[in-house]
């Protein structure tokens, strides 16, 4: 079973920070992919962030250049600096993982239950 578990929510004002952390965990082989995404009330999801195990990152237009995504392969896991936050990006943040559990079958996708970013003035 592999689980992801997400950490660093909370309430922020207009222009603040706030790290997101992600730790997958169970029995995992190799984690490929990782990423964020986000969903606000009424809205669909997206894709905010991925990053690739070698590093590779990719941003949705809207947070480009305020978040960072990293990772850290030894701990399996993945992490969201968010920065300049705006009340748009109010949402629930969703971790995401790649995982291939075991080497006789093709990697499968999994999600966190997600954290709550809330940011108003």
């Known amino acids: 079973q592999v689980q992801l578990e997400e950490s660093g929510g909370g309430l922020v004002q207009p222009g603040g920070s706030l790290r997101l952390s992600c730790t997958a965990s169970?029995?995992?082989?190799?984690?490929?992919?990782m990423g964020w995404g986000r969903q606000a009330p009424g809205k669909t999801r997206e894709l905010v962030a991925t990053?690739?195990?070698?590093?590779?990152?990719k941003y949705a237009d809207s947070v480009k250049g305020r978040f960072t995504i990293s990772r850290d392969n030894a701990k399996n896991m993945v992490y969201l600096q968010m920065n300049s936050l705006k009340p748009e990006d109010t949402a629930t943040y969703y971790c995401?993982?790649?995982?291939?559990?075991?080497?006789?079958?093709?990697?499968?996708?999994?999600w966190g239950r997600g954290t709550q970013v809330t940011v108003s003035s």
């Open positions: 169970g029995t995992i082989s190799w984690i490929y992919d």
């Open positions: 990053i690739t195990r070698s590093g590779d990152t």
């Open positions: 995401y993982s790649k995982v291939r559990r075991d080497r006789a079958f093709s990697p499968s996708d999994y």
